[in-house]
């Protein structure tokens, strides 16, 4: 009150010497004689305060704002606190002076206080729950009421209802609360702002119009009772930023078409916000999937840029490529209006990137009005205007410079304290792409917005735009308009606004997608848009139908880009790494005469320069202009990739047919072997798809590809392209790389191929496969490696001496179950049972120490290490496929809950147990207690019965030496036991009664000390 009114009562100074523990000395002020002077005090001060606000800058204004709210809060808990107190009967509380105001001044747990209720409105932009907190302090005012003479004297029901004043205070005061704020709306702009953002915020569920434009965020903001109009640089600005709005969203569409205006084309964002805190990682887009998605972006926009948090810490907006950031920004800068904000919007591209955040503020103001100006004294002109800087493109100076900016939005809230302590307060909001959030710290305070996805409705707003605009034009070409539902069988694209607009450009040629058949795949649609759009980019320069070798040569040029990305395994690329790329490859060179006015252009900028669905991003270091390039669209490169290769192995399966027998042509594989060196195609799924859907099924090709695989590790002779080097690898990794594509194509061309296709004459074609795998393994990136693992189909086929591989490149690689007869060679007649030797195992995988092989050794290690030398050994049973001991044992163990599957598994594992020699064995004895045991959990769990125990589970191992046996004697009497006492209890008709002796059974196998892999003794025939 002291903040907003400057004067001096009896109330005020009692709070004051409340809150400091000065009471002494002060006569008794009874809870309503404070609640008169509270809202006397309370009336004065708000209805003054649009009076008091006027020419305040952005940080004192929001003080006051804060100072009006907790004014309110207080009146409303007094006024309904009183009118309570007072259906009670009580008149007087008769309280100490200190007791009477300790509900109000004391802090209570978590944010109880009432200014710490009015700082979040002030701060977030938002109406606080000021219901949870008026039932919080209700409660703590009823609990203070108890005891006082005043409550003490009434009736046991008047009692019982102050004790319940903690449910009918909070309706109350939310009522007058509410009221109030009204009335505050009527007086300041802010409070009608947050008023309105809270209303929406409660009928999220409805239906809301799609709005365009940011044009209510305009009409929010506006002080439609300034009588003064921005003047110099402030003037300038707001023409050159609002100019934008008239103009098309793209200048470099079809002059044929009526583009729309940013002002009409510009559908408001869906979007999610969050607050941060030290763990937060707004880059991973799983941190988002619990925060709520938002339409109302004008409203959330203009309540945040009315709020203590904006002038604080950088407001940070994250989107995916041609999401719209920039787009927002621009459209923001022209929407703010210019009597009560001052918008400056940098291009982080355009500015120098080691220059300060002031000098790039100023370079952004001379290069948008043509004017020099300082920042402190373009804000001082314009002292009622809160400053707004708008920092577009963080991700595009990482991109561009390449240098760490981990600090970069610390030094903007540094920035901006600096300004609060100059009083020159100002708020920031900074745009980059999702991807890159993790590259620098967010300061706590921040607000971080992501930018969502069109839905269908606006897609079907924005089509509706570009309908109004373009559907006369069309129809004199007797065409029309692309329709939603024809877009939205391509979501991935139409989703997002810039590539929505190419769908539409596209469309508009010949209704492309409209005439488009249900056959009509995601590459069909790909190769239309690039070349229609090749297409038209030659025919703007040289008029007639383009060529279609000279289209051909600009995508293969695009292509280049695009392996120029994925060869370093980036996003993006410089326009140094594209120039030295397409002059590595000898494809930099332009014709004569061509582009002459050009001449001074890099290869890199000839290549992409033409199409808008590549970003081009530009920054200034030290004086120095930096280009990266980066699809708008991630699959759009993936897909040129796949296309390009598809066309290089092609023409050389056409070369080596053109080529007669007795001249055979040399296979020029040069190209091919540059570009496929440096990563392996399955590291990207997407590429993998369009290569499975276009590359052509034909043995021809084929057979091609499978010679070039038999030379792909050998040494090349051939040095035309030794220029090409995106990254650097060694060799062995080129080598890696090269076979693996080459394995890979051939498995598409040919529908699957067989691995003595790949390696020949050989012995054991698995065998070589096995290695050359573990050389990708080890050799590959991760992203290659898994995505080879992930798109491999392989199949284990045909019998000694035929085995063979089978491999077939999927979408999603599934393995089989291992084949034990086909690992071992084993036939269903041959008696050899072989076995894996388990240190030898542990060595082996300890050697390669990878991942799974630790995590398998860990998984078996209690089973091996208490059976270790027949846990992998491989018994033959009648009619059934071959198993190890430790698979029998814990097949068994994993059917104690599957009464369907228990009496097999048992059935089994007591046959495997039997195959062995009698011989007394430590590895067996424990093999039969760990069974007996299993069998016996299995009938306490129901799901083995008396019939179904297996006969050879009451067998005698080791024939005659079974009393020499004593863990194993043990075991069995006390599963007897177990049997007997469960038959005694009427779960079984009869005690089992185990038989006195067993067949014999077979010999067991013999180890060999000189292999891990051998194959043991033959059982004698039982």
């Not at 007072?86 to 944010?111: N, S």
């Not at 297409?535 to 008029?543: L, M, V």
């Amino acid at each position: 009150m002291k903040l907003l009114d400057g004067g001096e009562s009896r109330l005020i100074a009692f709070l004051d010497a409340a809150s400091s523990g000065a009471l002494a000395g002060f006569e008794m002020f009874d809870l309503f004689e404070a609640k008169g002077e509270a809202v006397r005090l309370a009336d004065r001060t708000l209805k003054g305060l649009k009076r008091r606000l006027r020419g305040l800058d952005a940080l004192t204004r929001t003080e006051r704002l804060e100072a009006a709210h907790w004014i309110v809060v207080i009146t409303a808990f007094f006024e309904a606190a009183e009118e309570q107190l007072r259906a009670l009967g009580i008149e007087e509380l008769g309280a100490k002076a200190r007791e009477q105001v300790v509900f109000i001044t004391e802090e209570m747990p978590g944010d109880g206080s009432f200014r710490g209720v009015s700082s979040t409105l002030a701060r977030r932009g938002a109406i606080p729950d000021i219901k949870a907190l008026y039932t919080q302090r209700a409660a703590y005012f009823a609990k203070y009421l108890e005891g006082l003479a005043a409550v003490e004297s009434l009736s046991a029901d008047r009692r019982a209802a102050v004790v319940g004043l903690y449910v009918t205070i909070p309706d109350a005061a939310v009522l007058r609360y509410e009221e109030r704020l009204r009335e505050l709306a009527k007086e300041c702009a802010e409070f009608e702002i947050w008023l309105n953002v809270s209303a929406h915020a409660r009928t999220l569920d409805e239906v809301h119009e799609v709005r365009s434009g940011l044009a209510r965020l305009e009409s929010l903001l506006a002080n439609h009772e300034s009588a003064e109009a921005p003047h110099d640089v402030r003037t300038s600005l707001s023409k050159a930023y609002r100019a934008v709005l008239d103009k098309p969203i793209t200048q470099q569409a079809s002059s044929e078409l009526n583009v729309p205006t940013l002002g009409d084309g510009y559908i408001n964002h869906r979007f999610r916000i969050a607050g941060t805190h030290p763990t937060a990682n707004p880059a991973q887009e799983s941190w988002w999937r619990d925060c709520h998605v938002h339409d109302d972006l004008d409203l959330s926009l203009a309540s945040y840029l009315v709020s203590g948090a904006a002038l604080t810490a950088p407001m940070l907006v994250l989107g995916h490529p041609g999401s719209g950031k920039s787009v927002l920004t621009r459209v923001l800068a022209a929407r703010l209006p210019a009597d009560r904000f001052l918008p400056v919007r940098v291009e982080l591209r355009s500015v120098d990137a080691n220059a300060d955040l002031q000098t790039q503020i100023e370079e952004a103001v001379r290069q948008a009005t043509g004017d020099t100006v300082r920042w402190p004294d373009l804000v001082r002109s314009a002292p009622e205007a809160m400053p707004v800087v708008l920092l577009d493109g963080f991700d595009e100076l990482l991109q561009a410079t390449g240098v760490a900016q981990t600090d970069f939005l610390e030094r903007v809230a540094r920035f901006q304290e600096r300004e609060i302590d100059q009083g020159r307060a100002v708020a920031v909001v900074v745009t980059s792409r999702i991807a890159v959030a993790d590259r620098a710290r967010i300061p706590a305070d921040s607000v971080v917005m992501c930018l969502e996805p069109f839905s269908d409705r606006q897609v079907k707003a924005w089509l509706e735009v570009w309908a109004d605009h373009n559907e006369s034009i069309l129809a004199d070409r007797r065409l029309k308009p692309l329709t939603a539902d024809i877009a939205l069988s391509h979501r991935k694209l139409a989703e997002q606004p810039l590539m929505l607009l190419m769908l539409a450009l596209y469309d508009a040629s010949a209704n492309a997608l409209r005439a488009a058949g249900e056959d009509f795949s995601e590459a069909t649609l790909y190769e239309a848009l690039l070349t229609d759009f090749a297409r038209r980019e030659i025919e703007k320069e040289a008029p007639g139908p383009a060529d279609d070798d000279l289209v051909e040569h600009e995508l293969a040029k695009l292509s280049v880009v695009a392996f120029a990305m994925f060869n370093r395994r980036a996003q993006w690329a410089t326009d140094e790494d594209v120039t030295a790329d397409l002059t590595g490859l000898r494809m930099g060179a332009t014709g004569a005469g061509e582009r002459r006015l050009q001449k001074n252009l890099t290869a890199g900028q000839l290549a992409v320069g033409r199409f808008f669905f590549i970003h081009d991003t530009q920054t200034t270091r030290d004086g120095t202009v930096s280009q990266t390039y980066e699809f708008l669209h991630a699959t759009f490169g993936e897909f040129l990739i796949a296309r390009f290769v598809t066309q290089l192995v092609t023409e050389l399966s056409k070369a080596r047919g053109r080529a007669s027998s007795l001249f055979p042509a040399t296979l020029d594989d040069g190209w091919l072997h540059a570009l496929l060196s440096f990563e392996c195609l399955a590291a990207r799924s997407p590429i993998v798809r369009f290569l499975l859907r276009i590359v052509p099924r034909q043995r021809r090709l084929a057979d091609l590809l499978l010679e070039l695989f038999s030379t792909s590790f050998d040494e090349r002779s051939d040095n035309l392209y030794s220029a090409y080097r995106p990254t650097p690898l060694t060799a062995v990794q080129r080598h890696a790389n090269w076979s693996a594509n080459l394995m890979l194509l051939a498995a598409i061309a040919a529908d699957g191929i067989m691995a003595s296709e790949l390696f020949g004459a050989s012995n054991f074609c698995a065998a070589d496969w096995r290695d050359t795998a573990l050389l990708w393994r080890g050799q590959l990136t991760n992203e290659g490696r898994n995505g080879l693992i992930g798109h491999l189909d392989i199949a284990r086929t045909g019998d000694n001496p035929d085995r063979d591989l089978h491999i077939k490149v999927s979408l999603h690689a599934v393995a089989p179950a291992p084949r034990l007869n086909w690992t071992y060679n084993i036939n269903p007649q041959d008696s050899a049972r072989p076995s894996y030797d388990v240190d030898w195992m542990r060595l082996k995988y300890n050697f390669t120490a990878t991942k799974a092989s630790d995590v398998l050794m860990h998984g078996f290690e209690p089973l091996t290490g208490v059976i270790p030398g027949i846990a992998h050994t491989v018994v033959q049973l009648p009619g059934q496929p071959p198993m190890t001991v430790s698979h029998a044992l814990l097949t068994a163990l994993s059917a104690l809950g599957r009464a369907e599957d228990a009496p097999g598994a048992f059935q089994h594992l007591f046959k495997v147990i039997d195959a062995f020699d009698p011989t007394p064995a430590d590895d067996l004895d424990a093999l039969i207690s760990m069974a007996w045991g299993l069998l016996a959990a299995a009938v306490v769990a129901g799901t083995i019965t008396v019939k179904d125990i297996p006969h050879l589970a009451y067998s005698q191992p080791y024939g005659s030496d079974f009393t020499r046996r004593e863990p194993a004697r043990v075991m069995r009497e006390r599963l007897v036991n177990v049997l007997d006492m469960i038959a005694a209890d009427g779960a079984f008709p009869t005690t089992p009664t185990p038989p006195t002796s067993a067949a014999s059974p077979p010999p067991s196998p013999s180890p060999a000390a000189s292999s891990p892999e051998t194959p043991a003794t033959p059982p004698a025939a039982p």
